[in-house]
């Protein structure tokens, strides 16, 4: 695949988020999805990039928005990380005219070993055990929400069950 098909993919390539519980702390972005019951942390470019995701976006548009902080960065780069954050089931992925699969495998290959450093996203992730999550109330260092709140004498701070005081 050549670069310029690259350029192509990326820019008929359209990422959105996903409706998950999201929550900043300092420069990293924290991501619950209730659905499967996992958190996911990325760091400071990747919440940009989500953040960037809000309506449907390429990643032609997602450069532009990283462009003021990021001054340097690639759309190539960023049409990678989208899709590695589509993968982890963070954004939806659609393609406007017809379905193109590349492997970030053959990305990486056909734009060099440095796309493999460059490709900024990190996205840690933990699955939350299926009997934590059916308990009536949550107790402490478990992930919490609205729905899953924290037993008594603990609150909910930054989706994870803390003491109080």
Known sequence: MSKQEVQHESRSTRFQQRKLIART???ELLL???????????????????????????????????RPRWPDIEEEVVWGSLSKLAAAGLLEETTDHEIISTARRELIRKLGFTAAVALPVVIPSVLIPPAASAASCRGLGFACSDIHPCCSGLHCLLLVCQPIG
């Open 25 to 27: 702390i300092g420069d």
């Open 32 to 66: 619950f999805d209730e659905e499967t019951s996992t958190a996911h942390c990325l760091n400071g470019i990747g919440a940009a990039m989500w953040a960037a995701c809000e309506g449907k976006g390429s990643a032609a548009s997602v450069t532009d928005f990283l």
